[in-house]
């Protein structure tokens, strides 16, 4: 079956540790988001790609970093400098070229940090 | 970026129609608009998409003013697999596609 898989599903780390978040896709799409969400509120972006090795910053960029070196792959680490990690993430990835392209979302990783 | 407002909240009973509305008054020419919706701790899914004219899909149907300041997306006989959060969103490919969530609808479905 084609889609997105997200490890783990619930992730718990320390203060101060970086920690990496897993998003695999195979749908072939070349564009990968990564979003993270608050109790009640919408989705913010982090980051994006739309292509291997080219990412951009989303509105929500700093304390995180990614990488993009196989399309199928889109890995976000959420570094120690990132204030207030815990949080649910989401990633996404949708065809490139078209603005009717839908996104399709994986399961998604909460992230407790205690 | 254009924004879109939604009221936070609705209710409908099981097999009765949902009509929710979202508003965009300052959509612009090439905004497409989006809706999604998500389920309690599930990632979101795409419901339907439209530019100009209504638009029907066999999860929901958008009903798009003429001037498209708004639109409705309308659940034709609502479930209690419906119960979710619902956004609106504007898509536009002078923003790399983006999209842009709000804190969306929360509809709840009584049996």
């Known amino acids: 079956d084609g889609g997105i898989t997200q490890s783990p599903k619930y992730l718990f780390r320390k203060e101060g540790q970086n920690v990496t978040l897993s998003c695999e896709q195979n749908?072939?799409?070349?564009?990968m988001y990564w979003y993270r969400q608050d109790p009640g509120q919408g989705l913010r972006l982090i980051y994006y790609s739309q292509i291997v090795n080219d990412f951009q910053k989303g509105d929500i960029a700093e304390g995180y970093s990614v990488s993009r070196e196989k399309k199928e792959s889109f890995p976000l680490t959420v570094t120690s400098a990132q204030k207030n990690p815990t949080a649910f993430y989401l990633c996404?990835?949708?065809?490139?070229?078209?603005?009717?392209?839908?996104?399709?979302f994986g399961p998604g990783t909460r992230l407790t940090v205690l | 970026d254009a924004k879109t407002t939604q009221p936070n909240s609705m209710e409908s009973n099981e097999e009765e129609p949902v009509h929710l509305p979202c508003n965009h008054s300052?959509?612009?020419?090439?905004?497409?608009i989006h809706w999604y919706r998500q389920l309690p701790s599930q990632g979101p899914e795409y419901v339907i998409h439209?530019?100009?004219s209504n638009v029907n899909n066999r999860m929901a149907s958008l009903a798009i003013a003429e001037d498209r300041k708004s639109s409705t997306l309308i659940l034709h006989r609502a479930t209690l697999r419906d119960a979710a959060v619902y956004y609106c969103i504007l898509r536009a490919y002078s923003n790399d596609y983006k999209l842009s969530f709000g804190a969306g609808t929360t509809v709840t479905v009584r049996a």
């Open positions: 439209g530019l100009t």
């Open positions: 749908l072939n799409h070349d564009a």
């Open positions: 996404a990835s949708s065809r490139q070229g078209a603005v009717s392209n839908e996104q399709f």
């Open positions: 300052t959509i612009s020419g090439t905004d497409y």
